[in-house]
């Protein structure tokens, strides 16, 4: 049976985004991530709101990821998988943000979602691809027959990572692993990649 590799993208492989954009805002109520809120739409609808206070645009947030890279190491562990493996990034981010750090990364495949803006280019709202859209992209990566190894840091990870025939916790929160120690976890990439070669031989 053949088998492929999905990875979250936020803390995994790149920086947080919000995080970074609450740094440079100084709104300490933008670090919150999935790591701290379950709840993804609770998460987005708050951002959304504190964006329109203050009257942030699309350019406001891109112009940040624009000088974000990625993760030490990142694109490096990415180059050794992709001759390894079939991957694709499964991301709870937003096609209007990645494209930045796709580039840094050497393009790979990105499922994500996509935001809806005003006519002054303010984020008013957005839209999933699908609603728990890694899990079902796991599932149906199952369902054409191959078997699947599922990397990820966050609440929002756990469907696919339990979907997956193998999951893993990658730098994820100490309460998300004392959960679900059962899981293999990694802090290095090359912990990473060891985990994933024995899946791939296995």
């Not at 987005?44 to 964006?51: D, F, N, S």
């Not at 624009?66 to 030490?72: S, W």
């Not at 991301?91 to 935001?115: R, V």
């Amino acid at each position: 049976m053949q088998k492929i590799v999905c990875m979250d993208l936020e803390g995994v492989l790149v920086p947080e985004i919000w995080i970074n954009f609450a740094e440079k805002t100084k709104i300490e109520k933008l670090r919150l991530t999935t790591r701290d809120i379950a709840d993804y739409d609770v998460l987005m609808q708050g951002r959304l709101e504190i964006l329109d206070q203050h009257n942030f645009t699309l350019e406001d947030i891109q112009d940040v990821i624009r000088e974000m890279d990625p993760l030490e190491g990142a694109k490096e562990f990415l180059d050794e998988l992709r001759s390894k493996s079939q991957l694709i990034i499964l991301s709870d981010t937003f096609t209007e943000f990645a494209s930045p750090l796709m580039e840094k990364l050497g393009w790979p495949t990105l499922f994500c979602n996509s935001l809806v803006l005003d006519s002054n280019r303010k984020i008013v709202d957005y839209k999933l691809r699908q609603k728990d859209g890694k899990y079902y992209a796991v599932q149906a990566l199952k369902g054409i027959n191959y078997k699947v190894l599922a990397a990820g840091d966050s609440y929002n990870d756990l469907t696919m990572i339990k979907e997956a025939d193998q999951g893993v916790l990658f730098r994820a929160p100490q309460q998300i692993i004392d959960d679900y120690s059962h899981l293999p976890s990694a802090v290095e990439y090359s912990d990473l990649m060891k985990i994933i070669d024995n899946f791939l031989m296995s």
